[in-house]
């Protein structure tokens, strides 16, 4: 098969389209052969030199898929060969065949192609599980999303809309804020232009949010703090922002709050699998429904997979970036 591969880390052209070897399916896993991959932020790390695959996973970037299962490994039972399935990965998404664990497979959504599939595994399953399993967003409740024009972002805003909480949302340029309002944000921040403590407060007669979802880290730390309401928590999903901030411990007391920082790639299988049967239950049904839908800004081929990760860098995109292998 072929597959990007990563000879050397740098920039975008350290990405080579390659022929490897096939990946065969081991104890509980199916193989699944490509349709489509997405690109994330962890994969631009990676191909820095970053962000390595964990022990025993694919060396090859992309962490979700989709495509229809090739063959069944020892062991599986439930699905067959030939169904068309979406997938949570550690790594291998950026191949024409991955082996995939069960407990991380999906089926289609209804209603949704098999390549636009690919945009949804790493999105539901990061927005369910820190947003609604580990920081309990209830309806009623104010969401502040950090990059709400982004694939995490805009799937977000749509999950929180849906179980009737309000979203402030902070974007780059007036052209995103837009989008993210189409998706049903009720608060509206260039970070660019307004200082989002400020206007959130403002928003909120200075209540401010209950639930904060943060993909910069350390450059917000202080800010997210301020920020939050009374019993609010902050849960930190990436550091795009840097890894070391300064913490006022004082400010979290009276507030009574709580921060938590996740990753979803290392996760143990069991932790994953549960998220995955969590997304099965509670947003597949909002997606089938239309309720909430994929977000895709472009689909690109797998070979041009460089082009890709120039475009994430840049920003210029709103939503998801797909590859696909044909």
């Known amino acids: ?47 820095k030199g970053f962000y390595d695959a964990p022990p025993g996973a694919s060396p090859y970037p992309g962490l979700e898929c989709s495509g229809r299962i090739a063959a069944l490994g020892p062991g599986v039972s439930g699905w067959a060969v030939g169904d068309e399935v979406c997938a949570l990965l550690s790594g291998g998404g950026y191949a024409e065949k991955v082996a995939v664990p069960v407990g991380q497979l999906l089926p289609l959504p209804e209603g949704i192609d ?5 945009s949804l595994p790493e999105v539901t399953s990061t927005v369910w599980s820190n947003v609604f399993m580990i920081a309990h967003l209830r309806p009623g409740e104010t969401l502040l999303v950090h990059g709400g024009a982004s694939g995490i972002g805009t799937m977000a805003i749509q999950l929180a809309k849906a179980v009737g909480a309000r979203v402030a949302v902070t974007a780059g340029g007036q052209d995103k804020l837009a989008r993210c309002a189409e998706l049903g944000a009720d608060i509206l921040v260039d970070y660019r232009e307004q200082d989002f403590v400020q206007e959130l407060r403002k ?5 401010g949010a209950d639930v904060i979802l943060d993909i910069i880290g350390a450059k917000y730390l202080d800010r997210n703090v301020k920020a939050l309401a009374v019993n609010g928590r902050l849960t930190i999903i990436g550091l795009q922002g840097g890894v070391k901030g300064e913490l006022n411990l004082s400010a979290l007391l009276k507030k009574r709050a709580a921060i938590t920082a996740t990753t ?11 998220i995955v049967a969590a997304v099965r239950e509670h947003v597949w049904p909002l997606i089938g429904t239309g309720r909430v839908h994929p977000v895709v800004d472009r689909v690109l081929p797998m070979s041009e997979a460089a082009e890709a990760h120039r475009a994430l860098a840049a920003g210029e995109h709103v939503g998801k970036i797909l590859l696909a292998t044909s």
């Open 114 to 118: 098999l390549v636009t599939a690919a």
């Open 1 to 47: 098969m072929h597959a990007i591969t990563i000879p050397e880390p740098g920039g975008p052209e350290a990405l080579v389209w390659a022929e490897v070897p096939d990946p065969l399916p081991g104890e509980g896993e199916v193989l699944v052969e490509v349709a489509a991959s997405a690109v994330n932020r962890a994969d631009l790390l990676q191909r």
């Open 264 to 274: 979803l790639r290392a996760r143990p299988l069991g932790e994953k699998a549960a």
């Open 203 to 207: 928003a909120t007669d200075g209540y």
